[in-house]
């Protein structure tokens, strides 16, 4: 009975430490996303963009990210992009041939300096893109203009 009583004490215990690991609920308001937006809009960094991660799950994560003018080619090759524009316009192009490609921040990322060819897509509030793995893309901003997304990634099956 007293070893019972032992094992019966020691789940109690464990129990909340194993909860910690288990994915929580979360959501973000349209008001909450304007604030990030507009506290990321004060911190544009010298490749004309911010970001900060809003949840981080293991094997996948969301960012809102801020861009004020283009962004650098990238691919991905076993990530998956899901991008939900919350403000601002832009265009994305998707695919074509990454110039002058370098390895970028893990295995089988890569940044380039451009695109070359590629479709072309207009982007504008409430737009949901879904970009797959292997696929070269790059956000383009106009001139004086911003786009703001919050950004899923999770790794490609």
């Not at 900060?52 to 992009?81: C, K, S, W």
């Not at 901003?141 to 790794?155: D, E, M, N, R, W």
């Amino acid at each position: 009975m007293m070893t019972l009583m032992r094992l019966l004490a020691a789940a109690l215990l464990i129990a909340p430490l194993l909860a910690a690991d288990t994915p929580r609920f979360a959501q973000w308001k349209a008001a909450e996303l304007k604030q990030h937006e507009a506290a990321l809009s004060k911190n544009v960094g010298p490749d004309h963009s911010a970001r900060e991660t809003l949840a981080d799950y293991g094997d996948h994560r969301f960012r809102m990210l801020y861009r004020d003018g283009d962004g650098f080619p990238e691919q991905h090759d076993n990530i998956v992009d899901v991008v939900m524009v919350q403000g601002g316009e832009g265009t994305l192009v998707l695919g074509g041939k990454m110039i002058n490609p370098k390895a970028g921040g893990g295995a089988g990322e890569y940044v380039g300096t451009s695109l070359e060819g590629g479709e072309r897509h207009a982007l504008g509030p409430g737009d949901v893109l879904h970009i797959p793995a292997k696929i070269p893309h790059s956000f383009l901003v106009p001139a004086g203009k911003h786009i703001a997304y919050v950004l899923l990634k999770f790794p490609a099956r």
